[in-house]
């Protein structure tokens, strides 16, 4: 009987109790619950900072279309192009009249003449780049080249007129001065009236006549007067003439102060916006060539223009990434300068977007914008655009100026770039 119960009891399966949940399973389940609530809120932190980053690229793309959007309700709404096909007689009118607006130059080579069109593009290589340049705006440059020449010779001509005749003005009145100096230690201060007269274009006898009456008047009051009296008048005099050399000496000394202030501040703009001496000099010339006064362009506008300068090559880089035809339209580009430019952190990646964002928005003027670009691209592609130059690239052009940077950086720096 016990060999049964035994034989019973190890053939059979044996059930496991169950497992008993211990004060650290629950703190894994806590921590696995905490764990995944992190990673959610983690998730959703980033999405908001991505959120964050692109809505003012948003808002600026927004922005850029209401004010085309505005400025095509003043100028009036465009005609919309016909959709579909033409009739056949009206096809051929409106070929004929598209050919009628294409205007040409009348060329030339060796007996052939020929007509060249306007928007007709020539490949051309500078500084190692091929850009692509109109015929129209290749002639109209060599004209104003020759212009510019042939103004610049008259200039020319008349400064150095002007630079002889100063010359030798300046060498009559050193010589004129000389002699009087000359004179007056010989003891023969008549003969230096004389000289003086004629230097202010009067008589020298007139003019002697009415010196030596002046001072017989003044004689005679000063033959009354005590030595004391002597004294104290040639005493105030010297004191006025003192007074009067102070006031001069105070005033340079003012004036140099400011000129060291002024340096301070442009080395010390410089050191925080990682500008070289050149590039500061550059922006400064590109300032004034702009229109700027002196006064005007101050070391910080000088630095403000140097941002715009970047600013505005990134928005062309950004422009010829998404489609070069766009930088004919002015309006577009100066609203997308004017709407980016005060992020300096921008990058051309950045203001691609923005230029994406605003062609992808459902509006009359965006389509007029497209539409537009889409012509350029058949009639020859883009104008060639001047943009704005770098300093850097205007270094080699510009004629460096001793005196102007001795104002921004002083003598030694003018001796130490030489």
């Avoid at 009354?224 to 005493?235: G, N, S, V």
């Avoid at 062609?359 to 060639?384: M, T």
């Avoid at 655009?385 to 270094?395: C, F, N």
Wanted: glycine share 4%; charged share 35%.
């Amino acid at each position: 009987m016990e060999q049964a119960n035994t034989s019973g009891a190890s053939s059979s399966v044996v059930t496991p109790l169950p497992k008993t949940t211990t004060a650290d399973d629950l703190l894994a389940m806590y921590d696995a619950e905490v764990s995944d609530e992190a990673k959610e809120v983690d998730g959703e932190a980033a999405k908001q900072a991505k959120i964050a980053e692109e809505l003012p690229k948003k808002i600026a793309a927004n922005n850029i279309a209401k004010k085309l959007e505005a400025k095509s309700e003043d100028s009036g709404a465009e005609l919309e192009e016909p959709k579909g096909d033409l009739p056949e007689g009206e096809k051929g009118e409106a070929e004929d009249e598209a050919e009628e607006d294409i205007k040409a130059y009348k060329a030339k080579f060796e007996d052939e003449e020929f007509e060249v069109p306007e928007d007709a593009v020539i490949p051309a290589e500078l500084n190692g780049k091929t850009i692509n340049v109109k015929v129209k705006d290749a002639v109209q440059a060599l004209v104003n080249q020759e212009k510019w020449n042939r103004e610049l010779d008259r200039r020319l001509s008349v400064v150095s007129d002007r630079e002889k005749r100063f010359g030798k003005e300046r060498d009559d009145i050193q010589n004129r001065l000389k002699q009087v100096v000359e004179l007056a230690q010989q003891g023969d201060h008549v003969m230096g009236i004389r000289v003086l007269a004629e230097m202010a274009g009067k008589d020298p006898v007139e003019y002697e006549k009415e010196v030596l009456g002046t001072l017989d008047k003044l004689m005679n009051v000063y033959s009354t007067m005590t030595e004391d009296q002597k004294a104290a008048y040639f005493a105030s005099r010297k004191a006025e003439y003192l007074e009067k050399k102070l006031k001069e000496r105070d005033s340079e000394v003012q004036f140099s102060a400011s000129k060291e202030q002024l340096r301070a501040e442009v080395d010390s703009l410089r050191k925080e916006h990682k500008l070289s001496e050149e590039e500061f000099m550059g922006y400064y010339k590109e300032l004034i060539q702009l229109g700027f006064t002196p006064q005007e362009a101050t070391p910080n506008a000088v630095v403000e223009h140097h941002y715009l300068s970047k600013h505005v090559q990134k928005v062309g880089q950004a422009i010829s990434k998404v489609n070069k035809a766009l930088a004919q339209n002015s309006d577009f580009v100066n609203d997308l300068i004017a709407e980016t430019k005060s992020n300096r952190d921008y990058t051309v990646e950045d203001i691609e977007k923005i230029i994406r964002d605003v062609l992808s928005i459902d509006s009359k003027s965006i389509e007029n914008l497209n539409r537009k670009v889409q012509k350029a691209q058949v009639h020859g592609g883009p104008r060639a655009q001047s943009g704005q130059a770098s300093s850097e690239k205007k270094q080699a052009e510009v004629r460096e100026d001793d005196e102007l940077y001795e104002h921004f950086f002083g003598k030694a720096k003018v001796s130490a770039r030489r």
